[in-house]
């Protein structure tokens, strides 16, 4: 094996290894073990790589409104089973159910919504997220 083609080989690998360390791991970033319910209206919805977003007006205890962040399944994902980028508009209420972040206060990874209008629903089910169609 040649010396240029032992560096190539090398250098591939080393880029892969950063590459795959660049997504990160759920678990490093949001506590499954501090599970958060929150109430609110949808004020932005971003269908993007790698994961999309929900930014949420939620009422604070104290009566004062609080912007959330909730964490989606990777966009790939929630494009195959039907998420668009008009499938939560502004001013849709929804409760949301998720673990906490880690690090970042008023954010979370969305485990569970429902958006009660018109039933349609949400779930991070394992490695795979799931919709439920409106009625």
């Known amino acids: 094996m040649s010396r240029a083609f032992a560096f190539a080989v090398a250098a591939m690998i080393a880029a892969a290894g950063v590459a795959v360390s660049a997504h990160h791991a759920i678990s490093a970033v ?39 962040r909730g964490e989606l399944d990777n966009r790939h994902e929630l494009a195959g089973i039907g998420v668009t980028a008009s499938t939560f508009k502004p001013g849709d209420r929804v ?29 991070q089910a394992g490695q795979s997220p799931r919709i439920g169609r409106p009625r």
Do not use: C
């Open 30 to 68: 949001y506590d499954s073990g501090r599970r958060v319910t929150i109430d609110g209206l949808v004020a932005e919805f971003h269908l993007i790589n790698p994961h999309p977003y929900l930014i949420l007006d939620v009422m604070s205890d104290t009566g004062g409104r609080e912007q959330w």
């Open 95 to 123: 409760v949301v159910k998720g673990s906490a972040n880690r690090t970042q206060p008023l954010s979370l990874y969305v485990l569970r919504l429902d958006r009660p209008a018109d039933g349609f629903w949400y779930e």
